[in-house]
């Protein structure tokens, strides 16, 4: 089963920004997509964001238009860039690998720690 660890998280101020970052122990070309999961204190899990293998992203619509996932095939790496961030963005992130029914993305990889990201009003 693929691993997975995430980094990047930290402590910002509303309106800054992060880069989470995703390294895979496989390599990136023989997974079919990527996401990145947040669970806020309290909450459910919920998908943030999601890439194929042909580097079609889909985001979900509180992050659309801040956060950008990206993929860097040599480092076998997986980002998350979140800008204008907002104290509703805090939770832990995890980053994982998964497929694609149709449109629906489908983690398969083991979870890992996550990153704890908190934004302060």
């Known amino acids: 089963q693929v691993q997975v660890a995430e980094s990047g998280g930290g402590l910002v101020q509303a309106g800054e920004s992060l880069r989470l970052s995703c390294e895979i122990s496989?390599?990136?070309?023989?997974?079919?997509?990527a996401g990145w999961y947040r669970q806020p204190p309290g909450k459910q899990r919920e998908l943030v964001a999601s890439?194929?293998?042909?580097?079609?992203?889909s985001y979900a619509t509180s992050v659309k238009g801040r956060f950008t996932i990206s993929r860097d095939n040599p480092k076998n790496t997986i980002y998350l860039q979140m800008n204008s961030l907002n104290p509703e963005d805090t939770a832990v992130y995890y980053c994982t690998t998964g497929s694609f029914v149709d449109t629906h993305y489908y983690p398969n990889s083991k979870w890992g720690q996550g990153t704890q990201v908190t934004v302060s009003s």
């Open positions: 890439i194929n293998r042909r580097g079609a992203k």
């Open positions: 496989e390599n990136i070309f023989t997974i079919n997509g």
